[in-house]
T-cell receptor, first 113, second 111 residues
């Protein structure tokens, strides 16, 4: 029973398309995150939600829009995909906003061609 | 920009060896520190928290040096299964509510 599950696992799409990545956690955690890991393996935070409320919105292009319908779900929609968006996107959750023992999902490997 | 820096390696060590990684952080306000492990093409997984007094979990020992602003991870009696990338992470101070990760140190344990 996967704790933090992301779909899809792989996503190959053309430039200019719009795509969504979904994340669900069954741990009862309050806080969820989106991290991006680029080709140089640098893991960088994009967004954080606490009980459906946006807490962190790093310097990310407006083409990226997160949405949290409830505290167990955090989705990421990306408009007008660009080559530079190719990366692995990890969803993560933690018990609450002050707890940093994250549980990560298995990642979504996005390739823009 | 506040950063967390690590030697990317790779560290190639024989089985049974002891290996140590250091990680420096630039934000003196950071209060919480962690080591995560990431296997190839997998997600990061929490390895251990790093406490001011240092902490040990089996073959793994983590230490914090606030004066010099670095954390360390010591692995004793290395196993083949320890081969992975080790990411250090710190918060950005009270109320930051996010972890900043280093780029990771790659470890290969060789038979």
């Amino acid at each position: 029973d996967t704790a933090v599950s992301q779909t899809p696992k792989y996503l190959v799409t053309q430039m200019g398309n719009d795509k969504s990545i979904k994340c669900e956690q069954n741990l009862g955690h309050d806080t969820m995150y989106w991290y991006k890991q680029d080709s140089k393996k640098f893991l960088k935070i994009m967004f954080s939600y606490n009980n459906k409320e946006l807490i962190i919105n790093e310097t990310v292009p407006n083409r990226f829009s997160p949405k949290s319908p409830d505290k167990a779900h955090l989705n990421l929609h990306i408009n007008s995909l660009e080559l530079g968006d190719s990366a692995v996107y990890f969803c993560a959750s933690s018990q609450d906003i002050r707890y940093y023992g994250y549980t990560f999902g298995s990642g979504t490997r996005l390739t823009v061609v | 920009r506040k950063e967390v820096e690590q030697d990317p390696g790779p560290f190639n060590v024989p089985e049974g060896a002891t290996v140590a990684f250091n990680c420096t952080y630039s934000n003196s306000a950071s209060q919480s520190f962690f080591w995560y492990r990431q296997d190839c093409r997998k997600e990061p997984k929490l390895l251990m928290s790093v406490y001011s007094s240092g902490n040990e979990d089996g073959r793994f020992t983590a230490q914090l040096n606030r004066a010099s602003q670095y954390i360390s991870l010591l692995i004793r009696d290395s196993k083949l299964s320890d081969s992975a990338t080790y990411l250090c992470a710190s918060d950005s101070g009270a109320g930051s509510y996010q972890l900043t990760f280093g780029k990771g140190t790659k470890l290969s344990v060789i038979p």
